[in-house]
Nanobody
Framework: VQLQASGGGMVQAGGSLRISCAAS????????MGWFRQSPGKERDFVSS????????RYAESVKGRFTISRDNAKKTVYLEMNNLKPEDTALYYC????????????WGQGTLVTVSS
């Protein structure tokens, strides 16, 4: 499985961005995809996840109400719509995939940079 993230960029505080992650290769009939982020000097933190094809979602408390994760099952792609961005959202955003809930996140994309200026 390979993951390709895209869509990062620079935006002012209060603005919006959408990042995408496309999976290729063999996946199971039901699997999860998610987003994590890492700022300089900090650990990689969970942001959001979604199950495919069912669509069950989870969010970190810090992004609830501002970020929305969605998926396109046919394209094996997940999207993260980020609204009301804050400078503290600045990070390298990584997408991840796991073939079921009982295993750790197994596959990782290369990361896409989101920079929010104040």
């Amino acid at each position: 499985v390979q993951l390709q993230a895209s869509g990062g960029g620079m935006v002012q505080a209060g603005g919006s961005l959408r990042i995408s992650c496309a999976a290729s290769g063999r996946t199971s009939s039901s699997y999860g995809m998610g987003w994590f982020r890492q700022s300089p000097g900090k650990e990689r933190d969970f942001v959001s996840s979604i199950k495919l094809p069912g669509g069950d979602t989870r969010y970190a408390e810090s992004v609830k109400g501002r970020f929305t994760i969605s998926r396109d099952n046919a394209k094996k792609t997940v999207y993260l719509e980020m609204n009301n961005l804050k400078p503290e959202d600045t990070a390298l955003y990584y997408c991840a995939l796991r073939l079921n809930d009982r295993v750790p996140w197994q596959y990782w994309g290369q990361g896409t940079l989101v920079t929010v200026s104040s």
